[in-house]
DNA sequence: ATCCTGCTGC
DNA sequence: GCAGCGGGAT
């Protein structure tokens, strides 16, 4: 039986990466000492599929604003939306003003630690769960992100990228190489993540800087090409359903806060020129309850 | 397997 | 131009 911090045939990775950690983290706004769980929820909704550089302005006037899950809740969700401005897939705004309720009235208004109460919560999935319970809390779990995926397959098994997400098979690779300790394990989440977005990146990896080289399976192997399957190639975002949706919504982004006034369909006809198109674009924010429909129009939730 | 936003680095 | 962004839901 293996009780070592790591599995015996996994090259080790922690120690390295937590020390280049030590010196090379970006100063970012969840990593201050004394960030709340409450901001680190708001952060890695904010931080799914949108570049930090773009978060950081968004995660500081939200907090100064929202600085707690009741302060959220007492707010209307089309301020939430407001407040995303163009973070982008904005039913994340929708989701964490949900969490915000949630939290009020089931968790007396405390971000829950237990990975299940996380995961129970609306928009949160495998990774935010986990990184909210590791980061915030301090506690073990494997959290698996696209750069830890990436930085997995390359240095531990040594392809150029990762094989199609699963979610049983990822934790389950991280928690092989995580550290035994909390505090550790908490730094090497933090740690391989950060390599994998700064250095071990997915176009143009920065393999004369990285630390880890000398325990890179992908290097030992001569930077062998990907030969997988590759993942289907997304759709153009011109002129696509997305596209008209966000043009939508930045229109009803511009109404007053108060939710009065609405914008007529005629009035939104304008933001795209093709009727059925923009009719499935409003049908399907209001199904996601991005848009409600009145008599006289439509505005935020 | 597909959908969902907006932006940028290459 | 286009892949890829500290994913999640269906």
Known sequence: ??????????????????????????????????????????????????????????????LERWPTPAALAESSPGD???AWQSLGYPRRALWL???AVVITERHGGEVPRAVDDLLALPGVGDYTARAVAAFAFGDRHPVVDTNIRRVIARSVIGDAEPGPPSARRDLAAMLDILPHDPAAARAFNAAIM?????????????????????????????????????????KKYEGSDRQVRGLVLAQLRTL????????????????????????????GLVA??????????????
């Open 288 to 301: 996601d309850g991005l848009a409600v429909e009145s008599l006289s129009g439509f505005r935020l939730p």
């Open 194 to 234: 950060e390599l994998g977005a700064v250095v071990c990146t997915a176009r143009a990896p920065r393999c004369e800087v990285c630390p880890i080289t000398d325990n890179c399976a992908w290097r030992g192997l001569g930077y062998p090409g990907f030969a997988g399957k590759r993942k289907a190639t997304q």
């Open 1 to 62: 039986m293996n009780t070592s911090a790591a599995g015996d045939t996994a090259p080790q990775l922690a120690a390295p990466l937590i020390d280049w950690f030590a010196t090379n983290a970006r100063d970012l706004p969840w990593r201050r000492p004394g960030f709340s769980a409450w901001g680190t929820l708001v952060s890695e909704f904010m931080l799914q599929q949108t570049p930090v550089a773009r978060v950081v302005p968004r995660l500081e006037e939200w």
């Open 97 to 99: 003003h949900s969490c």
């Open 80 to 82: 939430a939306v407001r």
């Open 256 to 283: 007053p806060a108060d939710n009065a006034s609405t914008l007529s369909r005629s009035r939104l006809a304008s933001v795209w020129h093709e009727p059925t198109q923009l009719d499935r674009a409003i049908a």
